[in-house]
């Protein structure tokens, strides 16, 4: 994967623009060293709806809840549908 400073990318944004779509790699662009924005290609044609939003990685994080023993049966008393 490609990075490209905020500097450069702007020169030459069309051209990268350009090479994301042909290429499908993604390009990061980063701002003083630091990842700012991760270009991705769309499917040629692809429609994105209207207030699409983009998903923020971590933003999950913490929600996850671990179950250890998945395999052993549940009692009647765990579930609403048992009584």
């Given amino acids: 994967m490609q990075t490209w400073s905020v500097t450069e990318f702007k020169a030459q944004a069309l051209g990268i623009l350009e090479q994301v779509v042909q290429t499908g790699e993604p390009v990061i ?3 003083r060293g630091k990842a700012i924005v991760k270009l991705i290609p769309l499917p040629y044609g692809a429609d994105v709806p209207e207030g699409a939003t983009v998903q923020e990685p971590g933003k999950l994080k913490g929600t996850v809840i671990e179950e250890v023993d ?3 049966p549940l009692g009647a008393d765990i579930w609403d549908a048992a009584r």
């Fill in 70 to 72: 998945i395999v052993s």
């Fill in 29 to 31: 662009v980063t701002k």
